[in-house]
């Protein structure tokens, strides 16, 4: 049993059966109160009917691309609750879910785009190549300039707004089961924090 926590555009958690199966999920589009959202989400899905927190075996998080601000909240309480219980960390890209979850219901197939908009009037796009168990990413998450967006040529864009924790999930469970390595713990925040230490004063 798996639980699921991504915040790279709303805040969204779930707990998905080894089978794939989605006991419980909660989640909403809203990017501006990720911190106050969290806890309630985790309390309700954790305290859900058919679910024990003590079966939990690891904690999926979705490390974005995204914000600053929304991709740490939701990766350090991801950190909280695999430390808690004892349980490994997983971290998934979250364009992947989104990837998945259009393969595996048909909506995409051959090369496509996974976009969600970084804001600033930029988009955040990751390609890839349809496939099962998983996609293949043909082209990493990285920024462009949403005015100068555009797909190539017999590329389909996916264009959404909210990242689905069920799915995260999911991708977590098909990599285990194909002995696939996860990706780094780092969250993919595509630019700098607006705000940086500066750099102390040389005394001579």
């Known amino acids: 049993m798996l639980l699921a926590i991504d915040t790279s555009a709303g805040t969204a958690v779930a707990v998905v059966a080894d089978d794939g199966r989605v006991l419980a999920e909660r989640s909403t589009p809203d990017t501006r109160r990720h911190a106050e959202i969290i806890g309630p989400f985790l309390d309700a899905v954790l305290h859900a009917e058919g679910v024990s927190a003590a079966a939990l075996t690891g904690v999926v998080t979705g490390i974005g691309p995204g914000p600053y601000t929304g991709l740490r909240v939701g990766i350090a309480a991801a950190r909280a609750v695999a430390f808690a219980r004892g ?57 462009v300039a949403r005015i100068e967006w555009m797909p190539e040529e017999g590329v389909a864009a996916h264009e959404v707004v909210e990242i689905p924790a069920a799915p995260l999930a999911h991708v977590a469970l098909a990599r285990l089961a194909a002995g696939l390595p996860f990706a780094a713990p780092q969250p993919l925040y595509l630019r700098a924090p607006d705000v940086t230490l500066s ?5 001579s």
């Open 199 to 203: 750099s102390p004063k040389r005394v």
């Open 87 to 143: 349980i490994p960390l997983l971290p998934v890209p979250s364009h992947d879910a989104v990837a998945l979850a259009l393969v595996e219901g048909g909506v995409a197939a051959g090369r496509f785009s996974v976009v969600t908009d970084a804001r600033r009037r930029e988009v955040a796009v990751t390609t890839y190549a349809a496939a099962l168990p998983l996609p293949t990413v043909v082209a990493p998450a990285h920024l």
